[in-house]
């Protein structure tokens, strides 16, 4: 049987990617977001994103959303490559 809590959630796969900011904020900063349909869809584009010139770290995770209440879980990490901002900082 269905959890009907379970059919009414959504899970989005993400990969984010970082590059160094400049000047007076030279922390990380989010360069491009990525969503896909699988987990390893976006394992792969976080992979992909790390080893282009420009791009300091990537993260791939994953997020549940709750349609009807519009709350988002914490992210679950899949990947983590490179620089990328603490847990805390996320």
Request: proline share 4%; glycine share 6%.
């Amino acid at each position: 049987m269905t959890d009907p809590d379970e059919a009414t959630s959504k899970v989005h796969y993400i990969c984010q990617t970082y590059v160094n900011g400049t000047g007076k904020q030279a922390a990380l900063k989010v360069d491009k977001l990525f969503e896909y349909t699988s987990a390893s869809q976006a394992e792969e584009r976080a992979t992909r994103e790390y080893r282009s010139e420009n791009c300091v770290g990537a993260d791939a995770y994953m997020l549940t959303e709750d349609p009807a209440s519009g709350e988002v879980s914490t992210p679950t990490f899949l990947v983590r490559l490179g620089e990328v901002p603490e847990f805390d900082d996320f």
